[in-house]
C-alpha cells in the first residue's frame, strides 16, 4: 500500500511540475470507473504539448456499526483542450467496499455483512466549462463489473464529476 502511494504521488508531482502548463482540478465526482468522492485530477493545459493527465477520487466512512470505503484512479487522454470546454478519453478502475457489523448480540436477526466490487475500463468524455473555473464533466465508459468476486456484466455506467480549475 505505501509503495502504491507513493508511486501515486511521484506520477503526480512529475504531472504538475513536469509539464509547464499543467492545470489542476479539486472537486466531487462519482461513477463505475471512477469511484464516488472528493477527486483531485490534473490535465496538461491548452497550451501545453502533453496530453496525458490522471485523476483519483476517494472516499470513507466508518463508524463501529458499519461503513464504506470508495477509491478510484483514472488515466486522460486529452482530444481536445479549448476556452469552454475539454474532450478526452479515459481508462480508469473504481471500488468499493461496504460492511456492516453485528453490534447488537442481543438480536438473533443481526448478521455480518461485508461486499465489494470493482468497475474498470475505457470511455469517451467531455467537459463544460463554466465561471471561468468551474467544471462539469461527464463520460461514458464501457465498464466491466465485479461484485463480490463474481462477473456482473459490462455496462455503459456514466461517470460525472464538478471540478474548481486553476
Known amino acids: 500500500m505505501k509503495r502504491l502511494l507513493t508511486t501515486i504521488l511521484t506520477i503526480g508531482l512529475m504531472t504538475c511540475f513536469g509539464t509547464a502548463y499543467a492545470e489542476s482540478s479539486l472537486g466531487f465526482a462519482a461513477g463505475s470507473t471512477r469511484g464516488a468522492g472528493v477527486t483531485y485530477r490534473t490535465i496538461p493545459g491548452a497550451d501545453s504539448d502533453s496530453k496525458l493527465g490522471w485523476q483519483i477520487t476517494g472516499l470513507p466512512y466508518v463508524t463501529p456499526e458499519d461503513g464504506f470505503i470508495s477509491l478510484g484512479l483514472a488515466a ?52 463544460l466549462r463554466f465561471w471561468d473555473n468551474f467544471g462539469l464533466a461527464l463520460d461514458v465508459p464501457l465498464a466491466v463489473l465485479y461484485g463480490d468476486g463474481e462477473f456482473r456484466g459490462i455496462y455503459p455506467v456514466p461517470n460525472t464529476s464538478i471540478v474548481y480549475n486553476w
Request: proline share 2%; glycine share 18%.
Open 76 to 127: 486522460i487522454y486529452t482530444l481536445d483542450h479549448g476556452r469552454h470546454g475539454l474532450l478526452y478519453a479515459s481508462f480508469g478502475i473504481g471500488a468499493l467496499t461496504a460492511w456492516e457489523n453485528c453490534t447488537d448480540e442481543e438480536n438473533l436477526e443481526c448478521k455480518e455483512e461485508f461486499h465489494y466490487g470493482f468497475g474498470v475500463g475505457p470511455g469517451i468524455g467531455f467537459e
